[in-house]
């Protein structure tokens, strides 16, 4: 019988930042929001965060701090750092958890969101301007959490998504590009949140999904790649908003992530073997709560938010079911 390592996992949580002297802390300086959001999602799954309520209104603090006043509604992944679409989704999730949105100026972030697209509707991760999927899935699920998605030409954002299909059913990260699981799961939330899946041969995309399952039980996220926990969120996320999630071996992937847990100090890696992080940590317990392998709080499969926290928040359901069917 596998072991899920509860306690570990909160007590790793708890103590991600208690060497702010240490290299690997300051060597991630630039990931600062990812994993802020990647340990408090982690501890809204374990259900241990409600009652610390100092660190809840420091982490708040922190975001704020993280505008960027060239840019103004706009987030950095540090303070002083200058802003980006990923950092500022990231924000907009954290502080959703916490039932904290009023703190921001929704007016300036829906505004710098909208100007990041394009004319071809793509979006840029920032006023730099790279474009890929993700961009595309962070601009629209901040602005639907925002009630503000028709601040932008989804039409063309979905138009753009779809240039980005490649022959196997599955999507690179531009046009013309590898397929890849990490970007997939972009392309398919962000059609969800457009409605527009039905533009897809979802058989097709299932399939290549699936094919990713090696006989380890994780994910790769191209063939012929190792398999890593984090495919687990990224590939049964989209499985299950294509309600396809039942196509795999769920308890073999169950498996697989257990494997990777820390039982001594706590966390979750990337395979069974190497050292645990916050990032691998998140997505293994995010993997399990879409699973119902262990006792987490359900995940929704495209605001990457707990179901609380999006019935809370009352925000469209996207799908009509987000529960995993074994």
Not at 40 to 69: F, N, P, Y
């Amino acid at each position: 019988m596998a072991v899920f390592a509860r306690e570990r996992h909160e007590h790793y949580l708890k103590h991600l930042d208690d060497d702010k002297e240490s290299l690997e802390y300051m060597m991630s300086e630039h990931l600062r929001m990812g994993g802020v959001y990647w340990g408090v999602s982690a501890m809204a799954l374990l259900r241990c965060h409600e009652d610390d309520t100092q660190r809840r209104d420091d982490v708040i603090d922190w975001i704020l701090k993280c505008g960027d006043v060239a840019c103004p509604g706009g987030f950095g992944p540090n303070i002083g750092h200058d802003a980006d679409i990923t950092a500022t989704h990231y924000a907009l999730l954290v502080l959703s958890i916490y039932g904290a949105v009023d703190r921001l100026d929704r007016d300036s972030f829906v505004k710098y969101i909208a100007g990041l697209q394009r004319n071809d509707g793509a979006f840029m991760g920032d006023r730099w301007g790279e474009v890929d999927v993700r961009f595309a899935y962070c601009a629209l699920s901040a602005l639907t959490i925002l009630d503000a998605i028709d601040e932008v030409d989804v039409d063309a954002c979905v138009q753009w998504l779809l240039r980005c299909l490649n022959y196997d059913g599955a999507f690179g990260p531009v046009p013309r590009s590898e397929s890849h699981a990490a970007y997939t799961f972009c392309a398919v939330q962000a059609l969800a949140l457009a409605g527009a899946l039905d533009a897809v041969d979802l058989d097709r995309l299932g399939w290549w999904l699936c094919e990713r399952q090696t006989p380890h039980g994780g994910f790769n996220g191209r063939p012929e790649k190792a398999p890593d926990v984090c495919y687990s969120w990224w590939i049964l996320s989209a499985l299950t908003c294509i309600d396809r999630g039942h196509w795999i071996d769920g308890d073999k992937l169950a498996d697989f992530i257990h494997a990777a847990q820390d039982l001594e100090d706590g966390g979750i890696a990337d395979r069974p073997e190497d050292v645990a992080d916050v990032f691998h940590t998140f997505f293994g317990l995010a993997g399990l709560s879409l699973l119902r392998k262990a006792d987490l709080a359900p995940i929704h499969p495209v605001y990457a938010l707990p179901e609380e926290v999006v019935a809370r928040m009352k925000l469209p359901p996207i799908i009509a079911a987000c529960d995993y069917t074994a």
